[in-house]
């Protein structure tokens, strides 16, 4: 599909959007309500087969998650979005890398709820941050076992008020092994099947 490639293209060593400059933006904006214009799944919500499964974020427009990048010593790895529908989790996880032998991850765990066809409500009830020597973490797929087992964590590791830690997103596109997100704070998110 033109218009994919062309999202793809105008993302492309951009680093997830830590990289873009104002033009860069302009011209991912468009490429994005281009590509949205062609969802092929006009309630996406609803196509749990698509939504469900392991997505790595490709772009966003997220303050909260660019300005991870900003810790001293540190620069931002993968982050990976795991939706789990049997169970409406949605498991965050985003990976650090800097000094040898002191990887960290940020990761929050949430609930989700369908709002409409496009929409979900989020809230947020768990939240791990530490070093992934300590929590033990080698890969997200093990790491979400053990927070579904509600293991505690050798790590600051808190549990969120989530009345009071929410938000939405709409679901704009899904396929296949693409999804496109526009958050409650504005943020626009890009992710790929894992």
């Known amino acids: 599909m033109l218009r994919k490639a062309d999202l793809f293209e105008a993302i492309a060593g951009k680093n997830r959007g830590l990289l ?26 609803e196509a749990l087969e698509l939504l469900n499964g392991n997505w790595r974020l ?17 620069k931002l790895g993968q982050i990976y979005q795991y939706i789990r529908v049997e169970t409406n989790s949605v498991y965050n996880i985003a ?51 053990q927070i579904e087992a509600d293991t505690k964590f050798t790590a600051v590791d808190l549990t969120l008020n989530s009345s009071e830690q929410q938000g939405w997103l709409d679901i704009t596109y899904i396929d296949s092994n693409l999804r496109i997100g526009r958050g409650n704070e504005g943020s626009l998110f890009v992710l790929t099947k894992a």
Not at 58 to 74: C, H
Not at 102 to 117: D, H, I, N, R, T
Not at 134 to 140: S, T, V
């Open 20 to 45: 873009a400059t104002e033009q860069d933006l302009q011209a991912i904006s468009t490429a994005i309500a281009n590509l949205e214009d062609m969802n092929p799944t006009p309630r996406p919500v």
């Open 95 to 145: 990976e650090f890398y800097g000094l040898p032998y002191l990887e960290g991850l940020v990761s929050v765990a949430a609930k989700f709820e369908p709002v409409s066809g496009y929409r979900i409500s989020v809230k947020f009830d768990r939240s791990i941050i530490g070093l992934q020597s300590l929590i033990g973490y080698r890969e997200p797929d093990s790491f979400i076992q």
């Open 58 to 74: 490709l772009y966003t427009t997220s303050k909260a998650l660019l300005n991870l990048d900003r810790f001293p010593l540190y």
